[in-house]
């Protein structure tokens, strides 16, 4: 289970990349990409079909990002998700948000195994303040129904 301690170190690097950032503004990736930004973290999308998302150059892959970055946000397919831990494993970035969407338990074993201070099984945007009104009330109830982090 993921530790209050956990998400406050993750939240507290300010230079990520967010897998899985989707050219329309709906789609959770892009959401995640503009609220990060907004709320002052370096972020750098990553998604191999497009050159810019919301006027910021993109990037195909962690490999191609121009500087190191010190944690991942990954919103992708669990089958991708293997790969993008695969890549990160090796450039040595082991601090890694895994959205609802993305895990499986091959997921979660391959983190274990490799020792990534992981994240699942949480919105990254129910604890990056100042938090929206609809994630407000959305970690309140999970207060209350004690599925919050310690």
């Known amino acids: ?11 507290a690097q300010k230079k990520l990349a967010v ?51 010190e944690g991942i946000v990954i919103n992708v397919p669990p089958g991708q998700t293997l790969e993008v831990l695969k890549s990160a494993l090796e450039l040595k970035l082991l601090r890694v948000w895994l959205q609802q969407g ?13 020792e990534f201070e992981f994240i699942s099984g949480h919105c990254i945007l129910m604890f990056a303040e100042p938090v929206g009104f609809g994630h407000r009330i959305h970690r309140w109830l999970w207060k209350i129904l004690g599925k919050l982090p310690q």
């Open 102 to 114: 993305s895990e499986s338990n091959e997921v979660i074993s391959f983190c274990r195994m490799n």
């Open 1 to 11: 289970m993921t530790s209050r301690t956990t998400i406050d170190n993750f939240l």
């Open 19 to 69: 897998v899985g950032v989707s050219r329309n503004k709906n789609k959770f990736g892009n959401i995640i990409f503009r609220l990060l930004k907004e709320r002052g973290y370096q972020v750098y999308p990553i998604n191999p079909n497009a050159e810019t998302i919301e006027g910021t150059q993109c990037y195909p892959s962690l490999e191609k990002l121009p500087e190191p970055v």
